[in-house]
């Protein structure tokens, strides 16, 4: 699923929310998670197939079996390269990393397998700062909220 079919979507969905918004920015930050978690579950869904269809009875060719394989690396660098906006993501991120390093880093000479992991920890760790900033940044703004209700005037405190 392309990333406008996604945000459509969620658009659709934002139409008819299960609560109401605060503001525009929150509508937003809504609708782009849910494009974002769209586009995820259906780049994780195809890598599934597409790892299953690996142990098929059928006979492939060679070149059946390069594309195949193609496809799969390049949805697996999509699904860990993807940013995650809510923290289940990350293990679903987790277990694609676990199988590209097993199936690659001893078929493959470790070369590529140690690539991707790489790329793997490093996405990561961007996604445990950005949803840990993003606990910080609320907490920051509830602080504010309070202080402007307690001093409601902006006077300096005594």
């Known amino acids: 699923m392309k990333y406008e079919e996604a945000m459509a979507k969620a658009k659709e969905f934002a139409g008819n929310p299960p609560h109401q918004f605060k503001d525009e920015f929150e509508r937003h930050e809504f609708e782009s998670n849910y494009a974002t978690r769209l586009q ?6 195809a890598w599934l197939r597409i790892r299953s269809s690996e142990y098929e ?36 991120k987790f277990e694609v990393a676990d199988y590209c390093i097993t199936k690659h880093g001893d078929a493959a000479g470790v070369t590529w397998g140690e690539a991707i992991a790489l790329t ?15 606990e910080e940044m609320k907490l920051a703004k509830e602080m504010e909220l309070a202080r402007a209700k307690a001093n409601p005037a902006g006077r300096p405190a005594a």
């Open 57 to 92: 009875d059928d006979e492939k060719t060679d070149e059946q079996q390069k594309a195949r394989c193609d496809r799969e690396d390049d949805l697996a660098h999509l699904i860990l390269t993807a940013p995650a906006v809510y923290d289940w993501m990350i293990f679903r």
């Open 40 to 45: 995820f579950e259906a780049n994780f869904n």
């Open 120 to 134: 793997a920890l490093d996405s990561i760790k961007a996604d445990l700062l950005r949803l840990g900033r993003k």
